[in-house]
């Protein structure tokens, strides 16, 4: 259930029916509107049976939400949400890019791909400090000072810094260094993990699990979010099916469904999506047109001497013209006004 307050509710008509609500032995969670207040109601909601909720002072209406997720819904959010994430807003009107390597390989890699991701346009610099691998022998990362490396490429760049958390305990150093934490396919339902990033007051980048339904990803975005982190980007990245191709199937329906679902910004990763670079940029158009808020593209000064992702890793050149296209593409959409996902 959510309850919508009064544009001109006190913050006493506010109190009055969190009170109400606790009373019944339920939790409510505020969320802030350009106009008005909305109240989410979290637990059963028959305890509310005897409360005559709409006849408070302060409140409009009450609406019952059929969906799990409660926090995550457009039901009880109307209006998008736009995640601001140290000035960079995504959800806004211009779609955010988060490009970098796989992995950060050394000081040097690291700082020659953030200026090549700074010279196209992109907002963030991804690069994974720890590096959960299918392989035990695969490299694993630079863990703290790969770290220290991407701390030292946003002073010298200006770009936002993702990357990704793996365990409970590494949610800490990571948070120091990062201004976004990324919560990755294998670990989208370690409930865990996302109840303790939910409480680490930084913005999560969450994947979509590798088989993972809409249902059950947007169930996962809600566990972060009743922790009290509101700041919640959900990152479409291809799920697995029988097909062989391709690395992953890039399922860019989750964009529209994600539209109509929910609240949260969404964006696409075509490099894991297809593990194929030729297709990252069509993929990357697709999704923009699709209404995605932004892309994640992994980028390598060689990528044939990667150590991780090389041939989904777009080379200098090709990130380049990449960008170039996202920028025409986006502005078309933008001034066509061809997408509008709110009822």
């Not at 990362?141 to 002073?155: F, M, N, P, S, T």
């Not at 990245?237 to 109509?260: P, Q």
Request: aromatic share 6%.
């Amino acid at each position: 259930m959510v309850i919508i307050m009064k544009s001109d509710a006190s913050q006493e008509n506010i109190s009055g029916v969190i009170k109400a609500i606790s009373d019944a032995g339920l939790e409510g969670k505020i969320m802030e509107g350009s106009q008005q207040k909305i109240i989410g109601v979290i637990g059963d909601k028959t305890k509310l049976a005897s409360v005559a909720i709409d006849a408070l002072p302060g409140v409009e209406s009450s609406v019952a939400i059929s969906r799990s997720y409660k926090l995550a819904s457009r039901e009880f959010h109307p209006k998008s949400s736009v995640i601001d994430v140290g000035g960079v807003k995504i959800g806004g009107d211009e779609p955010v890019v988060m490009a970098g390597p796989c992995a950060v390989e050394s000081r040097e890699q690291l700082f020659e791909a953030a200026d090549i991701v700074k010279s196209g346009g992109a907002q963030f610099l991804r690069g994974g400090a720890y590096k959960p691998r299918t392989s035990p022998y695969s490299f694993q990362g630079l863990e703290i000072v790969g770290l220290k490396y991407l701390a030292e490429a946003r002073e010298r760049t200006g770009l936002k810094i993702v990357t990704e958390v793996t365990t409970v305990d590494g949610i800490a150093p990571v948070a120091e260094y990062a201004d976004m934490l990324q919560i990755g396919a294998r670990n989208m339902q370690n409930f865990g993990l996302l109840k303790e990033v939910g409480k680490c007051g930084k913005p999560i980048l969450l994947k979509r699990g590798l088989a993972a339904t809409i249902d059950e990803w947007l169930n996962a975005a809600e566990y972060i979010m009743n922790e009290g982190n509101p700041d919640v980007v959900l990152c479409e990245r291809g799920i697995r099916t029988y097909e062989t191709y391709t690395r992953n199937t890039l399922d860019l329906s989750a964009v529209a469904a994600i539209k109509h679902l929910s609240h949260l910004p969404i964006i696409v990763d075509p490099s894991h999506g297809t593990g194929k670079w030729r297709m990252v940029k069509p993929m990357a158009f697709a999704a923009i047109a699709a209404g995605a808020d932004g892309l994640m593209t992994e980028v390598h000064p060689n990528p044939a001497k990667a150590l991780s992702d090389g041939p989904q890793s777009l080379t200098p050149e090709n990130y380049l013209e990449l960008m170039s296209g996202v920028k025409k593409l986006s502005k078309f959409l933008h001034d066509e006004n061809l997408f509008s996902y709110e009822e």
